[in-house]
């Protein structure tokens, strides 16, 4: 087998606590840490070009093997050559494996102990998808960091449901490693450490997980509905444990304050819906806070959004056109709104690097927080 081609490095640290930036390198190029990964879950951020994305400063996106799977499908993408060129992005991308779909499309979907059975959201359609079908999926998209086929129990689940959910996902994981490793390709595999909502079972995932080699380790199950209490007291001892040399990834939380207490744990990489979907639903980021720009207060509003923002739309719109825009229901306005909150969150990331590298990250999460008030 090939070298993957990963590498990652530390390079600054806040002492005061484990946070800590650094840089990825991957074959199709490297970002740097701590990372926010615009979700992009068919091959496209929504309301986003490729362009538009890379002005926003996005070095990394995140697309998913299920929803590709079924739609183009890897016979089209195939003959593309990769993900990367079907979309036209040259940077590197992500792929998350399909565990979040059989949480979220449970009713769809019927697990079992090789894999999981699907029905499709499309036509009906059934499918099973093994780790091995799942790596090869993923193997077409040429992606450049793979995530292994994973399971979690919904929230709130008893510990039985979780320790099932542990199980198959360490079992899982060893046939996508045994998989990954025979197709002797240049990309990269990160597991995901499951457990619930107990720290004992987080650490056994944990160790498992680590014994198998991979090129990076992610956190699953985590912003599913549990307390933000709880969230902080299985992240907080759990993020320092994961492997000090390799990226360690936060799934799918991203609210701003989860990202600060998870980056002052020592966590990585970030993505989320959030600033995406939000934007579409008419609620904006702001460095005072959420904007919900369909309220009235903002009609005849001449003020940016954000008058210290530098994105496209607070250079050019005022709110009480982004309101004009959302009330009317045009197309524009989920574009200029996804531009902000992309922005937003692209550039939230680069100040949390620029406060690591300044030995400056605990005044500027308290700076932060003490402004983040919003409507």
Known sequence: MQP?????????RDLRCQARAGRVATKNGAFDTPAFMPVGTAGTVKALTPEQLGQAGAQVILANTYHLFLRPGTGVIGKFGSLHRFMAWDKPILTDSGGFQIFSLRSNARVREDGVRFRSHLDGSTFDLTPADVVDIQNVLDSDIQMALDHFAPHPASRAQDEKALRLTSAWAARARERFAATNRRNSQFAIVQGGLHEDLRERSLRELVAMGFEGYAVGGLSVGESTADFQRILRPLAPELPAGKPRYLMGSGTPEDILFAVESGMDMFDCVMPSRNARNGTLFSSRGKIRIKNEKYKADAQPLDAECSCYTCRHFSRAYLRHLFISREIL?????TIH??????????????AIHSREFIEFKEKFLALYKGD
């Open 4 to 12: 993957p081609a990963l590498f990652f490095e530390t390079t600054a």
């Open 333 to 337: 306005a989920s574009i200029l709104n």
């Open 341 to 354: 909150n992309i922005h937003f969150y692209l550039d939230f990331m680069a100040k949390i690097r620029y």
